[in-house]
């Protein structure tokens, strides 16, 4: 079983809908989520960042961790054909002498149509 | 501006040539890594290093080379490159490791023929 599961679409949405993103984890031991956007030739850029169970709110976008279910939702409110790009989940725990080990989802592709 | 460079943005080869993928970050980040991002595979982590002459390995070390000698540069090396290397590369770096933000470099993607 991997690490980290995430569903890589792709998802294809019309302009002002709500997009649930999501990924699964098996490893109790991860400590931080996060997500990262990555448009088609770029490289990712972090868009949420959370440590505990519970809701994180920025704007349009919504994270939100289960720890006890091992599972972290992306949520975006009235998408925009802006939000089109590959969604990548990413978590991190502690592996010693200082280091912390960071893993990705696959990336969940997001099409969001005017 | 802050940014994470890396050169070339393009590069075709072929098997067996040695080639250096350069990357700079202008940040003073003490963490810098490198990823290589395949379809259906995700991005996996090739080395990181945690502070000058600090590498170890990521999950994908093989055929694969790294040095730190200087605090904004971390280059990639392939001392003989191979087909199955062809893949998009990045380079990530961050004030520290694992929990501040990663901030990406632009890509390098490489195909070995």
């Not at chain 1, 991997?2 to 890589?8: G, I, L, M, R, S």
């Not at chain 1, 599972?71 to 990548?88: E, K």
């Not at chain 2, 393009?10 to 250096?20: A, E, F, P, Q, R």
Request: glycine share 8%.
């Amino acid at each position: 079983q991997k690490e980290v599961e995430q569903d890589p679409g792709p998802l294809s949405v019309p302009e002002g809908a709500i997009v649930s993103l999501n990924c699964t984890y098996s490893n109790s031991a991860f400590q931080y989520f996060m997500w990262y956007r990555q448009y088609s030739r770029k490289g990712p850029e972090l868009l949420m960042y959370t440590y505990s169970s519970g809701n994180k709110e920025d704007g349009r976008f919504t994270a939100q961790v289960d720890k006890s279910s091992k599972y972290i939702s992306l949520f975006i409110r009235d998408s925009q054909p802006s939000d089109s790009a590959t969604y990548l989940c990413a978590m991190s725990l502690y592996s010693g002498a200082g280091s912390y080990q960071l893993t990705f989802g696959k990336g969940t592709k997001l099409s969001v149509i005017p | 501006e802050a940014q994470v460079t890396q050169n070339p943005r393009y590069l075709i080869t072929v098997t067996g040539k040695k080639l250096t993928v350069t990357c700079s970050q202008n940040m003073n980040h003490e963490y810098m890594s490198w990823y290589r991002q395949d379809p259906g595979l995700g991005l996996r982590q090739i080395y990181y290093s945690m502070n000058v002459e600090v590498t170890d390995k990521g999950d994908v070390p093989e055929g694969y080379k790294v040095s730190r000698k200087e605090k904004r540069n971390f280059p990639l090396i392939l001392e003989s490159p191979s087909p199955n290397q062809t893949s998009l590369y990045f380079c990530a770096s961050s004030p520290s490791a694992g929990t501040d933000t990663q901030y990406f470099g632009p890509g390098t993607r490489l195909t070995v023929l």
